[in-house]
Nanobody, 122 residues
């Protein structure tokens, strides 16, 4: 399984972005998938995850603003991000995971992409 993220960029506070994660080499629906992020000087933070049965979990900091989804036909994972805040600035990664639990646990990530930078600033 290989993962390639895209869709990052510079957005003003209150704006929206949709991140994409294109999978190749395997079928996305066979995996638990997780979005995590890492801001400069900070540890990785789980953002959202989706199970094989499409149940989802979100970090408290993004609940109600972000939505994780997948398109099986396109073999692509998405993260719709609304009402963005400066504290959402980070490199965002998608990853194949072993579990989708609450709170999101990053100890069992298996494969991840190169990341896409999201900058929220006026």
């Amino acid at each position: 399984l290989q993962l390639v993220e895209s869709g990052g960029g510079l957005v003003q506070p209150g704006g929206s972005l949709r991140l994409s994660c294109l999978a190749s080499g395997a079928t996305l629906k066979d995996y638990v998938m997780t979005w995590f992020r890492q801001a400069p000087g900070k540890e990785r933070e789980g953002v959202a995850c989706i199970s094989r049965s499409t149940s989802t979990n979100y970090a408290p900091a993004v609940k109600g603003r972000f939505t994780i989804s997948r398109d099986v036909a396109k073999n692509t994972l998405y993260l719709q991000m609304n009402s963005l805040k400066p504290e959402d600035t980070a490199v965002y990664y998608c990853a194949a995971d072993r579990y989708c639990v609450d709170p999101i646990d990053l100890r069992y990530l298996e494969v991840w992409g190169q990341g896409t930078l999201v900058t929220v600033s006026s």
